[in-house]
């Protein structure tokens, strides 16, 4: 099973709202990775957790908040967002150790800000 | 610095072989991933390289040279579902950096 889910599929919300993405995994994979995605862009990557523990934050503004419930899942909080923020929002993971290193990502949910 | 460079777009005609390279210049390396990615759909992991040489797997190649900073992806007997963009992604540390990708687009 190669397979990273995420929910939900799509996402409209407003300046004010506060919305959750959701990310699981069940490869034993203990690196969890989100990414931002624009159109015709490559991934950004926003954060990064390594067991369970954030190891990178790539200078994302505060009005997103990632968190690391356990070793499979991986949530993505959202608060006060902007129009720019509209995006395809890519969860991915991989091990950590070993040569044949695989990262694979889920379907992504794409989420536009009124 | 990070700089990862692959041509922005390439055309090539059904059945034939493509090469798709990738330069890299980043501060550390750990290995260099390789991505399918459909319009409207997520990236599809197609192969990691972390020792010199060349990964074969069916249609798909994969080279790199750690000492000059260069892979390719090579795509062969080309379909036409292998229209796409394709990523050239290093990995430092925790880190995983994409370059800008290439639209590859098959003729038939």
């Known amino acids: 099973d190669t397979e990273v889910t995420q929910t939900p599929k799509h996402l409209v919300m407003g300046m004010t709202n506060k919305k959750s993405l959701k990310c699981e995994q069940h490869m034993g994979h203990r690196a969890m990775y989100w990414y931002k995605q624009k159109a015709k862009k490559p991934p950004e990557l926003m954060f990064v957790y390594s067991y369970e523990k954030l190891s990178i934050n790539e200078s994302v503004p505060s009005r997103f908040s990632p968190e690391c419930p356990n070793s499979s899942l991986l949530n993505l909080h959202l608060h006060a967002l902007q129009p720019e923020d509209s995006a395809l929002y890519l969860c991915?993971?991989?091990?950590?150790?070993?040569?044949?290193?695989?990262?694979?990502f889920g379907p992504g949910t794409r989420l536009t800000v009124t | 610095g990070q700089n990862i460079d692959q041509p922005t777009e390439m055309t090539a005609t059904e059945g034939a072989i493509v090469q798709i390279n990738c330069t890299y210049q980043t501060s550390g390396f750990n290995g260099l991933f390789w991505y399918q990615q459909h319009a409207g759909e997520a990236p599809t992991f197609l192969s990691y390289?972390?020792?010199?040489g060349l990964e074969e797997k069916g249609r798909f190649s994969s080279f790199l040279s750690r000492s000059k900073g260069y892979s390719y992806l090579l795509l062969k007997e080309l379909q036409m579902k292998d229209s796409a963009s394709y990523l050239c992604?290093?990995?430092?540390?925790?880190?995983?950096?994409f370059g800008k990708g290439t639209r590859l687009h098959i003729l038939p």
């Open positions: 390289n972390v020792l010199d």
């Open positions: 991915a993971s991989s091990q950590l150790q070993g040569r044949h290193y695989e990262q694979y």
């Open positions: 992604a290093v990995r430092d540390d925790d880190k995983i950096i």
